[in-house]
């Protein structure tokens, strides 16, 4: 039996985790999916409960505003990285994935940003970010891809 | 058959009451899931919070849903092939902490099958002509199977 690869999929909570989580069933056949969140006080509890077999870290939440956390946030990632060895990572956003990228560009590790849907008019502040390092950068509105840098390949929803 | 939801969260009593007060103008029936609001619908069937089998079954049977701008039940509603009307929360009414809502309706209207108001006369004049408002077509859930596709590939380049 051939072992899994496994895949990190990170993000924000709410509407950027719903997104993650319809793209990363349909890769929990062909993958080992491993979860990163920042859980706050409305998420912890609930995630535990919903998802028992699910492996999912919590991280302290960034935003671009922020600088401070993003040490303590980088470093969480960093641990996850280097304990989960993952082939890949998955993150529709927002500041936390974008860390994740930088981070698992720098270990060599293929690293996928999908920006989220509401962002229609153009790419998000934390997905130029990610742009910067990302393997691979997706848009879910074709008029945001310029066919090349930024791909639309179909959207969530 | 109407269903109206407000999600968890917050309240939305100016959604209810104006969706309760058309139903009464024009003997329509419904279900209505208004959290923790005030206001308490005179025609309309009600309950605060359903369990998910439940809140499934009542879009099951709707025709149409009414909604607060948010994912989750957009989502919920392309699933079951439901049109949705999508309405905005007002930070300035106290509805919301912010009113990412209503940039929430840029996209979301772009969504087949989505259709959103801004306002009380915007949403009458949806469910004056509700019977021409049309579901997401049956293969608009191959967009989110494609991006996947797409992303399993990317992984393993």
């Known amino acids: ?157 | 058959m109407i269903f109206v939801a407000v999600g968890t969260q917050f309240p939305f009593d100016r959604l209810i009451r104006a969706v309760d007060e058309w139903a009464a103008q024009h003997a329509l029936t419904g279900m209505a899931q208004i959290a923790s609001g005030e206001y308490l619908p005179q025609t309309l069937q009600w309950e605060r919070f359903m369990t998910t089998a439940v809140f499934n079954q009542h879009v099951q049977n709707a025709d149409l849903i009414i909604s607060h701008a948010g994912m989750g039940n957009i989502i919920t509603a392309l699933e079951h092939r439901k049109p949705i009307i999508v309405m905005n929360r007002q930070h300035a009414l106290g509805e919301h902490r912010n009113d990412h809502q209503l940039d929430g309706l840029a996209w979301m209207g772009q969504l087949p099958g989505v259709y959103t108001a801004t306002t009380q006369d915007e949403l009458y004049a949806l469910l004056a002509r509700q019977h021409t408002l049309q579901a997401a077509p049956l293969d608009n859930d191959s967009r989110r199977q494609t991006l996947v596709d797409f992303i399993d590939q990317a992984i393993r380049a």
């Not at chain 1, 409960?49 to 990632?77: F, G, H, M, N």
Request: include cysteine.
């Open chain 1, 1 to 157: 039996m051939s072992v899994k690869p496994t895949l990190l999929a990170i993000s924000s909570p709410g509407g950027h985790w719903i997104q993650l989580n319809r793209l990363s069933v349909g890769l929990e056949e062909r993958y080992r999916v491993v979860y990163a969140m920042p859980a706050g006080l409305f998420t912890s509890t609930s995630l535990g409960e919903r998802e028992p077999t699910r492996k999912v870290y919590s991280v302290v939440d960034v935003s671009a505003d922020d600088k401070w956390r993003l040490i303590p946030c980088a470093l969480q990632v960093l641990y996850i990285l280097l304990k989960e060895r993952p082939k890949a990572i998955l993150s529709t956003g927002a500041a936390p994935g974008a860390v994740a990228i930088w981070l698992g560009s720098f270990l060599g590790i293929r690293t996928i940003w999908v920006d989220s849907i509401a962002n229609v008019k153009q790419i998000s502040r934390a997905g130029k970010l990610a742009q910067k390092r990302a393997d691979v950068f997706l848009t879910q509105w074709e008029q945001l891809s310029d066919g090349q840098a930024i791909q639309y390949k179909g959207a969530v929803l």
